[in-house]
């Protein structure tokens, strides 16, 4: 098979169970926070809070990110698919005119900033260097699959916005308008997921410690409140039509 088939194949395969890697990174978690010395935390409390505050803006910087490039998407490109890549038309407008793969971004960055809490920094290099080496393969096959439906559209359109870091030297503004209900019928399984991850780091950090899980109420508050998100929204999304819109995926 000639590699340019083998990177597509493998995109394809590696793009159908991209929703299962935070499972994998919080069972890689375990031993990585088991390992890691945090006296440096428990000694002076500021760094604490200066890795919490640092960690959750990078994850809601990715959380923003994802949020622009969905609410702002048009209706008729791929939404949660997994099966295989799907597109009727192509993004090339908004944020999609600073960078091809927003989404992607988007994820590395609620995810990095999971990784981050850990305060391992072999592990951020390592999380960082397998997700490119992951999406890298995916964007690949993605970009395979769009150059063959949309031919010259999609090949003047890549030439001039890069995959993953931005440029905004050739900015379009978008005619969508941004879509609020977009982003709460569709993004609240990553939010209540980044919540829950921050609260596993936290625990087994604590569990680490001294091998004792000592009960807390912000545990219990911060994990209600994640549930609530959850089950909350996906009500209004699956039994009521306050989240529905017609020209939106």
């Not at 290099?125 to 490119?132: D, H, R």
């Not at 990553?190 to 829950?196: F, M």
């Amino acid at each position: 098979m000639a590699l340019i088939h083998s990177f597509e194949k493998s995109g394809n395969f590696l793009f159908q169970y991209r929703g299962q890697i935070p499972v994998l990174l919080f069972i890689l978690a375990i031993p990585v926070i088991y390992a890691t010395n945090y006296e440096f935390l428990s000694t002076h409390e500021s760094y604490y809070w200066i890795l919490l505050g640092v960690s959750i803006a990078l994850s809601i910087t990715g959380q923003i990110i994802r949020a622009i490039s969905i609410g702002t998407a048009n209706k008729n490109t791929s939404g949660r698919n997994t099966k295989k890549q799907v597109a009727e038309a192509l993004n090339t407008k908004g944020i999609y005119s600073t960078m091809r793969h927003p989404l992607y971004v988007g994820n590395y960055f609620m995810w990095i900033g999971i990784v981050v809490f850990t305060g391992n920094i072999w592990f951020i290099v390592a999380v960082s260097l397998a997700f490119w080496l992951y999406y890298e393969r995916i964007m690949f096959a993605e970009e395979r699959f769009l150059e063959r439906k949309f031919g010259d559209d999609y090949l003047d359109w890549s030439k001039k916005v890069p995959a993953f870091l931005p440029s905004f030297k050739n900015y379009e503004k978008t005619s969508i308008p941004f879509s609020m209900k977009t982003i709460l019928r569709r993004e609240y399984s990553g939010i209540t997921a980044t919540i829950i991850g921050f609260l596993f780091v936290e625990v087994l950090r604590d569990f680490f410690g001294d091998f004792s899980l000592e009960f807390k109420w912000s545990y219990v508050i911060v994990f209600a409140v994640a549930l609530f998100i959850s089950l909350f929204l996906r009500t209004l999304k699956h039994h009521t039509n306050i989240l529905f819109e017609e020209d939106r995926s």
